[in-house]
Nanobody, 125 residues
Framework: VQLQASGGGLVQAGGSLRLSCAAS????????MGWFRQAPGTERGFVAS????????NYADSVKGRFTISRDNARNTVYLQMNSLKPEDTAVYYC???????????????????WGQGTLVTVSS
């Protein structure tokens, strides 16, 4: 199983980025997916999660109203649209899959079974 995260980069505060996470070695359509982030010197923290169908999503309070998680099961890909970015959003962003069929969305990292390599997002002030 491989999760390939992409789309990170350098952006000014107030700008937008869209992260993608393409899966190979498994079909994600039965599984909840999540995005987490880790800034230097901090623990990996929850950002957003989406259930297997895309009908339910959860967000960290810090990103509600600014970030949107979505998925395209036909493309085996999950996305994170990030708008109104702030310097405090600077981190390495990781995607992950909860390998429990038709499970609910999870906010806890240990509930996820496979992780991507991360993509760096840097927001300048």
């Amino acid at each position: 199983v491989q999760l390939q995260a992409s789309g990170g980069g350098l952006v000014q505060a107030g700008g937008s980025l869209r992260l993608s996470c393409a899966a190979s070695g498994l079909t994600i359509s039965k599984y909840a997916m999540g995005w987490f982030r880790q800034a230097p010197g901090t623990e990996r923290g929850f950002v957003a999660s989406i259930n297997w169908s895309g009908g339910s999503a959860n967000y960290a309070d810090s990103v509600k109203g600014r970030f949107t998680i979505s998925r395209d099961n036909a493309r085996n890909t999950v996305y994170l649209q990030m708008n109104s970015l702030k310097p405090e959003d600077t981190a390495v962003y990781y995607c992950a899959v909860d390998y429990s069929p038709y499970g609910t969305t999870q906010k806890i990292a240990r509930e996820y079974d496979y992780w991507g390599q991360g993509t760096l997002v840097t927001v300048s002030s």
